[in-house]
């Protein structure tokens, strides 16, 4: 079935550093991709989408670009901050529901 | 516009117990998801339904677990009898029509002793 795959479960960096979590995913047809944030006692949160090969989502200073060659949509952002400190994960979507990978934690330190 | 509702925030039960969750979803919104989310791991589908009717449960224990909306709106999970591995987070989600977008709850944290 489909399936999302996050290799980092944490990430931990100082700020001002340039930030990558991978995100790969396995599907048939062409799905949907998504990155969710996640704070401490909270639900995930969408941050942006993308549903087509080369198709950039960005928000707040993230960006993922559609590589359905290498089944990528790796999360980047050149300058963190300590208030990116979260959760992150990449999900995929057929138009039924979403399925999520494991996530990837960051931490900033100041 | 008011975000999706959960209560309880919390629960704590022994074995064996029966616990419900409720959601109210975004108004307007069709399709409304509850997702099982243990720590540290991310949400996985539980149920979900489209107005009144259930789309997909094949991923809810349904000897223990049971889920309605019956006016397509506020949707409430029951578990009948709890074990220690359903201590996990609760989450529900809506989506409105033609949007892929999921707006998640805060959620119900559950801890089974």
């Known amino acids: 079935g489909d399936s999302v795959t996050q290799t980092e479960g944490q990430v931990a960096l100082s700020e001002e550093d340039f930030l990558t979590i991978h995100c790969n995913y396995s599907a048939s047809g062409y799905p949907a991709l998504f990155w969710y944030v996640q704070y401490p006692g909270e639900g995930p949160q969408f941050l942006f989408r993308?549903?087509?090969?080369?198709e950039k989502g960005s928000s707040r200073g993230f960006e993922a670009t559609y590589d359905k060659g290498t089944t990528s949509f790796h999360l980047r952002k050149a300058s963190v901050q300590e208030s990116d400190s979260a959760v992150y994960y990449c999900a995929l979507g057929d138009g039924t529901y979403q399925r999520f990978g494991t996530g990837t934690k960051l931490q900033v330190v100041p | 516009e008011a975000g999706v509702t959960q209560s309880p925030r919390y629960a704590v039960l022994q074995e064996g117990q029966a616990v419900s969750f409720w959601c109210d979803p975004i108004s307007g919104h069709d399709t409304l998801y509850w997702y099982q989310q243990p720590r540290d791991q991310g949400p996985q589908l539980l149920v979900y339904?489209?107005?009144?009717?259930?789309?997909?449960n094949s991923q809810l224990p349904s000897d223990r677990f049971s889920a309605v909306r019956p006016k397509g709106t506020n949707s409430t999970l029951k578990i009948q009898s709890a074990k220690q591995g359903d201590t996990a987070t609760y989450l529900c989600?809506?989506?409105?029509?033609?949007?892929?977008?999921?707006?998640f709850g805060s959620g119900t944290r559950l801890t089974v002793l």
């Open positions: 339904f489209r107005d009144e009717a259930v789309i997909d």
């Open positions: 989600a809506s989506r409105g029509l033609g949007v892929e977008t999921l707006y």
């Open positions: 993308a549903s087509r090969d080369k």
